[in-house]
């Protein structure tokens, strides 16, 4: 592997140096060949046992220099100025043939001097969840950090009970948060700050260090990303969760897969998070979360002395923006092939019969599809009247409409009960469920008969009501 570590590079307030534990029975679970492929990374080189050793944490890899970094961040809206990396270390960068730089990070690796009370390690349930929701996230077309390794470390991490632990090693086009920005405005350490916006102006957008306010064409960039992913988000029924400033990349990459969840019924206050008591993080509020964040991230920004008027107005474009990139994935999961503002009505109407009958919502756009051609009795009610005028004034076959809805919704998310399943499957040692539903997802569009079953819905008893951030 080929590194080039440019955050180490800056200065020592950002980071700590930390050397990831040796664990005793280090045992590859996961091994993403194709991402491996992309990084430079010839995993014809490796065999397994030296796969499992570096990414692990225990065999160091030459070039790599680990480092946690400083962050903090509003936690359910409270201000904490010290989080950082409790329990992972970036191994490095990694730059692509292609010119795109990588952070290559190990989750779960050991204590470090941001772990506060923690034991820095992880259990196989985080672990291959991210796996598994991070990875169907890209095949969904979601921006999102990537999974490039699991491993079973042969120790017992203790939560309620004793369990496996494991490593993860994450793939992200950078850590950079609006809790990293956060924690030097805070201490007042403007220096630290600056050097903090131009490295990200340098590695993200280096297309606004040239404009008359570099720090405002920032922001709106990071405003653009938020905008566009969280659209993504609302768009396949995706609830984050943990929408934390810490957890809110300036890239503007899904990060952070703790208590994450996909709907099954829908409804628009739909909350799994155990610990989200109030629904902050409901499904329907994360625009408004999110644009909360955003908030966080242009105060900091005030600070280095950009205009408060500019940074405002970026900040307001969030509203529209949404909204235009919402309903620009929405329409053709609804058969629309050429967008007019009124399809927001069209939508809405579908997500409140939807809400209003506690129906599937992966499935039933599927089922809409299906229903293209159809001229028997209604089965979406009202909502299929209204439909079925909107689709038939475009003049296009119904074979071309639900061809186009059937190329953008999904059949195959990861359900909350077969992720559940594949983690308990995996704690007894058997990967098969695991495996499989990967493979599933990694086609989301596709009928593919012998994966029949992860498409199908919970039963009564197989449906999941919470979820745990597992750390
Ligand atoms: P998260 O909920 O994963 O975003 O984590 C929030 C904060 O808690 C971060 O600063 C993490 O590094 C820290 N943290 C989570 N789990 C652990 C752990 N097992 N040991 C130490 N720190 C942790
Ligand atoms: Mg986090």
């Known amino acids: 592997m080929n590194f080039d570590n440019s955050y180490s590079g800056l200065p020592p307030a950002f980071y700590a140096s930390v050397i990831p534990d040796e664990v005793p029975a280090p045992t590859l679970l996961a091994w993403n060949a194709g991402l491996a492929h992309e990084l430079g990374i010839a995993s014809s080189d490796y065999d397994e046992a030296q796969l499992a050793g570096i990414f692990s944490g225990s065999v160091a890899l030459q070039g790599s220099q680990p480092i946690s970094m400083a962050y903090a961040g509003h936690q359910f809206g409270h201000f904490v100025p010290q989080l950082g990396d409790g329990r992972a270390a970036l191994l490095g960068e990694v730059v692509t043939k292609a010119g795109n730089r990588f952070d290559v990070q190990l989750k779960g690796s050991g204590r470090t001097p941001f772990s506060r009370g923690g034991d820095g390690k992880s259990w196989l349930g985080p672990v291959l969840r991210e796996y598994i929701l991070s990875e169907a996230m890209h095949r969904l077309g979601v921006p999102t950090t ?20 494991a490593v993860f090693t994450r793939v992200a086009a950078s850590h950079l948060r609006v809790g990293t920005f956060e924690y030097f405005a805070a201490r007042g350490d403007l220096e630290s700050l600056k050097a903090l916006a131009d490295y990200a102006i340098g590695r993200h957008y280096p297309e606004v260090a040239d404009e008359t306010s570099p720090y ?9 990303g938020q905008a566009e992913l969280v659209a993504h988000w609302m768009s396949i029924g995706f609830i984050h969760g943990v929408m934390n400033t810490d957890n809110t990349a300036i890239s503007g990459e899904t990060i952070d897969y703790g208590p994450a969840a996909y709907l099954d019924e829908f409804r628009f206050d739909k909350v799994f998070s155990s610990i989200d008591s109030y ?38 474009l969030f509203p529209d923006q949404y909204e235009s990139r919402y309903l620009k994935l929405m329409a053709p999961k609804l058969g629309v092939h050429h967008v007019q503002h009124s399809d927001a009505g069209l939508v809405a109407d579908w997500l409140k019969y939807l809400n209003d009958n506690a129906l599937d919502y992966t499935l039933s756009f599927r089922e809409l599809a299906s229903r293209a051609g159809a001229d028997d009795e209604e089965r979406f009610g009202p909502f299929e009247t ?30 909350n009960h ?15 469920v695991f495996n499989e539903l990967n493979a599933a997802l990694s086609q989301p569009y596709s009928e593919q008969p012998g994966f029949s079953e992860f498409a199908k819905a919970p039963r009564g008893h197989e449906r999941v009501t919470q979820t745990f951030c597992g750390t």
Do not use: C, H
Not at 283 to 312: C, H, I, V, Y
Not at 404 to 410: A, D, E, Q, T, W
């Open 216 to 224: 405002v064409g920032l922001l709106r960039r990071v405003v653009e």
């Open 386 to 415: 209204r439909w079925r005028q909107r689709i038939s004034s475009q003049g296009r076959t119904a074979a071309e409409v639900s061809a186009l809805m059937n190329s953008v919704n999904p059949l195959f998310i990861p359900r």
């Open 418 to 432: 077969f992720v559940e399943q594949a983690i308990s499957d995996a704690v007894e040692g058997d990967l098969t």
């Open 279 to 316: 629904g902050r993080y409901a499904f329907a509020n994360q625009p408004t979360m999110a644009q909360w964040n955003l908030a966080r991230l242009s105060e900091t920004l005030l600070a280095l002395g950009a205009g408060k008027d500019e940074l405002e107005a970026a900040l307001s």
């Open 146 to 165: 990537r999974a490039l390794a699991a491993v079973a470390t042969g120790e017992t991490v203790f939560r309620e009970s004793p369990l496996p632990g």
